[in-house]
């Protein structure tokens, strides 16, 4: 019965792959993010996205792109890894209005080589 | 652009002792506030939210108030215990988005 739940736990890749992380949850939830968690702990947004919109954070390189099936899946979609795209990236959930709590998944840990 | 700002990077007390961590935010005071807990290795989990309109929230051994003067939020955990030991986000709703402050790593000593 897990909420939010992210696959792979652990992604180690060489440099200038393409990869993805699956995302999925199970709570009903018409908005999911994908947040970015550097080496400093910094957590930073990088999309939120529901059935009707997709806000994209302006930094984030478009190399990166989130896909959704259906609503309770949000993958993450990154084309040629960098040294720097290394972090752990988390999925969330929540409901859109207003400003809800959101629910996090365990994580995925990318280490690009 | 809006920043937040965690007191402090850590912060070590002793068991049974309050602790006080500080989230600042500059420009324009936001709708709402909340404040999660994260674990090493785990997602963040939600506690507490505050409006703007209400000074504190209490739940449990939490207590967390809204300054929208001083642009700041105050989270408390009383009787502190070594299981509290973890990092503490506070975050704003900033254009339909969370931002995040970098987080204050809490460790209660026996």
């Known amino acids: ?113 | 652009s809006q920043k937040i700002e965690q007191n402090s990077e850590a912060l070590n007390i002793q068991e049974g002792k309050t602790a006080t961590l500080t989230c600042n935010y500059t420009n324009y005071s936001p709708a709402y506030l909340q404040w999660y807990r994260q674990d090493p290795g785990r997602g963040p989990v939600f506690l507490l939210l505050i409006r703007e309109n209400e000074k504190e929230k209490r739940k449990e051994r939490l207590k967390v108030t809204f300054d929208t003067t001083l642009k700041q939020s105050l989270f408390h955990i009383t009787a502190s215990q070594p299981a509290d030991s973890a990092t503490y986000l506070c975050a704003l709703v900033l254009n339909n988005d969370m931002r995040f402050g970098a987080g204050t790593r809490l460790t209660v000593k026996p």
């Open chain 1, 1 to 113: 019965d897990t909420a939010v739940s992210q696959t792979p736990k652990y992604l180690v890749t060489q440099m200038g792959n393409d990869k993805s992380i699956k995302c999925e949850q199970n709570l009903g939830h018409d908005t999911m993010y994908w947040y970015k968690q550097d080496s400093k702990k910094f957590l930073k947004i990088m999309f939120s996205y529901n059935n009707k919109e997709l806000i994209i954070n302006e930094t984030v390189p478009n190399r990166f792109s989130p896909k959704s099936p259906d609503k309770a899946h949000l993958n993450l979609h990154i084309n040629s890894l960098e040294l720097g795209d290394s972090a752990v990236y988390f999925c969330a959930s929540s409901h859109r209005d207003p400003y809800n709590e959101q629910f996090f998944g365990p994580g995925t840990r990318l280490t690009v080589l």
